[in-house]
């Protein structure tokens, strides 16, 4: 059983050496765009939240 578990790391250790990994430039600037995109989603969320709780005040007095 640990032959086994050792020789799937040793496995999954060769196989991260072959994958193409993103650059700097590129990881920063998909981060940016994520932050920005995260922004935007919560700010909208946050409007349909106030504008359906004000719904609700208005419809129950």
């Avoid at 040793?10 to 765009?33: F, P, Q, R």
């Amino acid at each position: 059983m640990i032959q086994k578990s050792v020789q799937f790391v040793k496995e999954a250790i060769e196989e991260l050496k072959k994958v193409s990994w993103l650059g700097k430039k590129e990881v920063m600037a998909s981060t940016v765009v994520i932050a920005i995109l995260i922004i935007i989603v919560a700010i909208f969320i946050g409007l349909i939240d106030l504008i359906l709780s004000n719904i609700i005040k208005w419809i129950l007095g």
